[in-house]
C-alpha cells in the first residue's frame, strides 16, 4: 500500500512538471496577432501599448511577389445609372464591392482629400494616373515639406519617395507607379526625423502613416491616442525600423479596418489602401 502512495504521487508530481514546463513555454506577449493562423503569415496586425497606444498591421518583404496577395488603392466606384462615377467613403462599401473570391485582409485611409472626397496629391490606380503631382507649396500638413509619395509598381515593389525626387524620376522613366498615394508631411527621411517636427511640441493628434522598414517589411500604423509629429515619426524610425515613413492624414481621417484586432472604423474618406487576398 505504502509502494502504491509514492507511485501515485510520483505520476501526480510528474504531471504537475510536464504541465508547468508546458506553462513556461507559452507566448508572454498580450498583444493580439493575427499571425498565429498559417494561411496569414505573411502578414499580421497588432495592437500595442507602447511608447503609445497603436494599430500596426504589417506585411512581410515577400508578400506581394506571391501571386495571392496584392496592396491596392481604392477610390471610386462605378455608378451604372449615370456616367460618372461616385468615391467609395466606407469600409464597408468596399467590402460589398469585393469579388467573392477576394478578401480585405486590412485597409485604411490612404492620404488627404477635399470636401468631395477626392485626393489632393498624386493618386494613381491601375496604372492611370487620377491626380497629378502636387509639389506646389503652400499651408497644411499636406504642404509641411518635404512631403511624399507611397508608391509601386506592376512587381510589388513599395517605395515612399520624396515628392521632389519622385517628379525626377517620373520625368527620365526610372519610376513608373501602378499604384500610387501623395501625401504629408514625410515623417522619416532616409533614416531621420522630418527636420521641422518638434520634440517638445503640443500640438496632438490621432494619426495613421505607412513605413517602408529596413528589413523590407511594410507597417501601416493607426494611433488610438492623440500624438504629436515628433512621436509619430520616432516610432516608425526607432520602435519599427523604417528608415522611410509617410503621414497619410490624422483627426476625424485616421481610420482603420482590421477585423483580426476587432477595427472596423465606420468614417468616411477618400482614398483607401488596402491589403487583398485572392482564393486560388
Known amino acids: 500500500m505504502p509502494s502504491a502512495i ?9 504531471a504537475a512538471l510536464i504541465a508547468l514546463s508546458i506553462s513556461a513555454c507559452q507566448p508572454t506577449d498580450h498583444t493580439n496577432d493575427s499571425s498565429t493562423d498559417n494561411s496569414k503569415k505573411h502578414w499580421s496586425c497588432q495592437s500595442h501599448n507602447v511608447p503609445f497606444t497603436y494599430s500596426a498591421c504589417r506585411i512581410d518583404a515577400q ?3 506571391d501571386p495571392r496577395y496584392s496592396l491596392q488603392l481604392f ?3 462605378a455608378n451604372s445609372s449615370a456616367n460618372n462615377t461616385q468615391p467609395l467613403l466606407t469600409f464597408d462599401t468596399l467590402l460589398a464591392r469585393l469579388p467573392s473570391e477576394q478578401t480585405l485582409n486590412f485597409a ?7 470636401e ?6 498624386y493618386t494613381v490606380i491601375e496604372g492611370k494616373e487620377l491626380r497629378a503631382l502636387n509639389i506646389k507649396e503652400g ?3 499636406f504642404h509641411l515639406l518635404p512631403n511624399g509619395v507611397m508608391w509601386w509598381d506592376k512587381s510589388g515593389k513599395v517605395q515612399i519617395t520624396e515628392s521632389n525626387a519622385l517628379d525626377k524620376q517620373l520625368k527620365s522613366g526610372t519610376a513608373q507607379p501602378w499604384y500610387a498615394t501623395q501625401s504629408g508631411p514625410m515623417l522619416v527621411i532616409n533614416n531621420k526625423i522630418h527636420p521641422q517636427f518638434n520634440p517638445d511640441s503640443t500640438s496632438i493628434k490621432l494619426r495613421n502613416g505607412a513605413g517602408v522598414c529596413s528589413d523590407g517589411s511594410l507597417q501601416f500604423v493607426n494611433s488610438e491616442e492623440p500624438v504629436s509629429f515628433y512621436q509619430f515619426a520616432t516610432l516608425f524610425k526607432d520602435d519599427l525600423n523604417c528608415p522611410n515613413a509617410l503621414f497619410l492624414d490624422g483627426g ?3 481610420a482603420l479596418y482590421a477585423p483580426t484586432i476587432d477595427k472596423h472604423d465606420k ?8 491589403l487583398i487576398e485572392t482564393k486560388n
Not at 509514492?6 to 510528474?14: A, E, I, N, V
Not at 468631395?116 to 496629391?121: L, R
Open 6 to 14: 509514492f507511485t501515485s504521487s510520483h505520476t501526480l508530481l510528474t
Open 116 to 121: 468631395n472626397y477626392a485626393p489632393i496629391g
Open 252 to 254: 476625424i481621417a485616421s
Open 108 to 114: 485604411m485611409n490612404a492620404g488627404m482629400y477635399n
Open 267 to 274: 468614417k468616411e474618406m477618400g482614398v483607401m489602401i488596402g
Open 63 to 65: 508578400t506581394l511577389s
Open 139 to 141: 499651408g497644411g500638413n
Open 75 to 77: 477610390w471610386q466606384q
